[in-house]
């Protein structure tokens, strides 16, 4: 069966780096594009960034732009968000969610990252 | 402020038959499929219907989607007390090259 387990959540102070990861199993996971949303405490979804199944393309919300770098190993079956320049307003729960073609058919359990001095 | 419209809630009792509309642009309904999410207090997302109104193996079909033109709405008909949960629209956005979604809706079962 399908499963995306995140890891890499803890207590930032702000300014700081923190990687997460997503590893994928169930499923030929160099087939399909991937994503990062996040949900903030008592807030709703936003999606964090996306890439394509070869890596080739990556997007990134406008929030996270600049500072935050969504990547994959294909090898590995994981796929990767480094975070740099930690903002208090990048608390959240952290979910990879599987692409098309049903796109969010697949959720991790998320990880939570608190950025706090 | 999402880039995606919804209702901040929704009510309705047990039975009875609901909807939720979702409204967007050119660059993001009107272009693209919409999705639905459903999620149940301190769990991730589940996936309720994709490409507008196809249902996952495994999802009532007292779940319905529909899509017209920039908008789209998800219908729950037979209520049920276990669908009280936040709702979520998404949609992939041509200008943004990003996947948006609503607000959420937070359905109460009366």
């Known amino acids: 069966q399908v499963q995306l387990v995140e890891s890499g959540g803890g207590v930032v102070q702000p300014g700081r780096s923190l990687g997460l990861s997503c590893a994928a199993s169930?499923?030929?996971?160099?087939?399909?594009?991937m994503h990062w949303v996040r949900q903030a405490p008592g807030k709703g979804l936003e999606w964090v960034a996306t890439?394509?199944?070869?890596?080739?393309?990556?997007y990134h919300g406008d929030s996270v732009k600049d500072r935050f770098t969504i990547s994959r190993d294909n090898s590995k079956n994981t796929l990767y968000l480094q975070m740099n320049s930690l903002r208090v307003e990048d608390t959240a729960i952290y979910y990879c969610?599987?692409?098309?073609?049903?796109?969010?058919?697949?959720w991790g359990q998320g990880t939570l990252v608190t950025v706090s001095s | 402020q999402s880039v995606l419209t919804q209702p901040p809630s929704a009510s309705g009792t047990p039975g009875q038959r609901v909807t939720i509309s979702c409204s967007g642009s050119?660059?993001?309904?009107?272009?693209?499929?919409v999705n639905w999410f459903q999620q149940l207090p301190g769990t991730a997302p589940k996936l309720l219907i994709y490409?507008?109104?196809q249902r996952p193996s495994g999802v009532p079909d007292r779940f319905s989607g529909s899509k017209s033109g920039t908008a789209a709405s998800l219908a729950i008909s037979g209520l049920q007390s276990d669908d009280e949960a936040d709702y979520y629209c998404?949609?992939?956005?041509?200008?943004?090259?990003?996947?948006?979604f609503g607000g959420g809706t937070k359905l109460t079962v009366l």
């Open positions: 969610t599987r692409g098309l073609p049903m796109a969010g058919d697949h």
């Open positions: 169930g499923f030929t996971f160099s087939s399909y594009g």
């Open positions: 890439i394509r199944n070869d890596g080739s393309h990556k």
């Open positions: 050119s660059s993001n309904i009107g272009s693209n499929a």
């Open positions: 490409t507008n109104n």
């Open positions: 998404a949609a992939w956005d041509n200008g943004l090259n990003g996947w948006v």
